[in-house]
T-cell receptor, first 114, second 115 residues
């Protein structure tokens, strides 16, 4: 079985400050890891994904995430927050064996203060 | 840019009524999915569909749920007799493949409210 834990259901950052969203996973097989973003009244949009290639993954809108197997983590970062980054962010895991059945974390809602 | 579209965006229904949620996946995609998110809870997998049949379903997807692809474009989720606990946001998704190439594209969701 696979699972994802996102630490912090709400994160508040100042505009221009570092954004760090934490994700830890559990998987008995090599995982594929994803970060999705959900803006208000919109669907889930893929930010970036790790699929066993480079451990540092760059995504859209300046976000990146690093896969650390020893820490079973896939934390999402952005060096400088923008007001438009206010949204809910979901970490998800799957595996080759699981096909495209994603297991999601609980989500982290990001508030950006001016 | 191709996108997954869902209708209705919001539906209110009485307990015991049948509901059909509709989705138009991206046209060249072969794999289709329904997920749901109960308010304040995680997004949960319901069912995956490929080659006109269910490929996997979760424990949530019991006999009151069904899916079908009635024509070449629509993918529907039917709830036969809705319960209060079916109130949730339902997301449709599609993908071209699975595994490494299997990026899921999600629709904007259909919010179901059961009274």
């Amino acid at each position: 079985a696979q699972s994802v834990t996102q630490l912090g259901s709400h994160v508040s950052v100042s505009e221009g400050a570092l954004v760090l969203l934490r994700c830890n996973y559990s998987s008995s097989v090599p995982p594929y890891l994803f970060w999705y973003v959900q803006y208000p009244n919109q669907g889930l949009q893929l930010l970036l994904k790790y699929t066993s290639a480079a451990t540092l993954v760059k995504g859209i809108n300046g976000f990146e995430a690093e896969f650390k197997k020893s820490e079973t983590s896939f934390h999402l970062t952005k060096p400088s927050a923008h007001m438009s980054d206010a949204a809910e962010y979901f970490c998800a895991v799957t595996s080759k064996a699981a096909g495209n059945k994603l297991t999601f974390g609980g989500g982290t809602r990001v508030l950006v203060k001016p | 840019e191709p996108e997954v579209t869902q209708t209705p965006s919001h539906q209110v229904t009485q307990m015991g009524q049948e509901v059909i949620l509709r989705c138009v996946p991206i046209s060249n995609h072969l794999y289709f999915y329904w997920y749901r998110q109960i308010l304040g809870q995680k997004v949960e997998f319901l069912v995956s569909f490929y080659n006109n049949e269910i490929s996997e379903k979760s424990e949530i997807f019991d006999d009151q749920f069904s899916v079908e692809r009635p024509d070449g474009s629509n993918f529907t989720l039917k709830i036969r007799s809705t319960k209060l606990e079916d109130s949730a946001m339902y997301f449709c998704a599609s993908s071209e493949g699975t595994g490494v190439t299997g990026e899921l594209f999600f629709g904007e969701g259909s919010r179901l409210t059961v009274l």
